[in-house]
Nanobody
Framework: QVQLVESGGGLVQAGGSLRLSCAASGRTFSSYAMGWFRQAPGKEREFVAA????????YYADSVKGRFTISRDNAKNTMYLQMNSLKPEDTAVYYCAARRGGSIYSKEWDYDYWGQGTQVTVSS
């Protein structure tokens, strides 16, 4: 069982930056692939980025490629999402997710554990 807690969300102006964190419980964090998803009001939850167990392989949605960076620190049981050049369309609740097994997946149903989410609001 893994419990995930996101933090770092907030209100930022367009062009600004935020760093989200996802703290995981348990001693097997390094065996999980991790991902970030987001859900804007009135829209379905969508994939943002994913990282494999070791952190040496990442994958991004086209909408955030070049602006967002996913990373992890297995010693701290924490995953991060550095978000730069934020746009109003990045406004959403951001969720972290964990998947047993270390490989990257981008589909919501491939993930086994979810956090409660953190709100990111980008003003124009």
């Amino acid at each position: 069982q893994v419990q995930l807690v996101e933090s770092g969300g907030g209100l930022v102006q367009a062009g600004g930056s935020l760093r989200l964190s996802c703290a995981a419980s348990g001693r097997t964090f390094s065996s999980y692939a991790m991902g970030w998803f987001r859900q804007a009001p009135g829209k379905e939850r969508e994939f943002v980025a994913a990282i494999n167990w070791s952190g040496d392989s990442t994958y991004y949605a086209d909408s955030v490629k070049g602006r967002f960076t996913i990373s992890r620190d297995n010693a701290k049981n924490t995953m991060y999402l550095q978000m730069n050049s934020l746009k109003p369309e990045d406004t959403a609740v951001y969720y972290c997710a964990a998947r047993r097994g270390g490989s990257i997946y981008s589909k919501e149903w491939d993930y086994d554990y979810w956090g409660q989410g953190t709100q990111v609001t980008v003003s124009s």
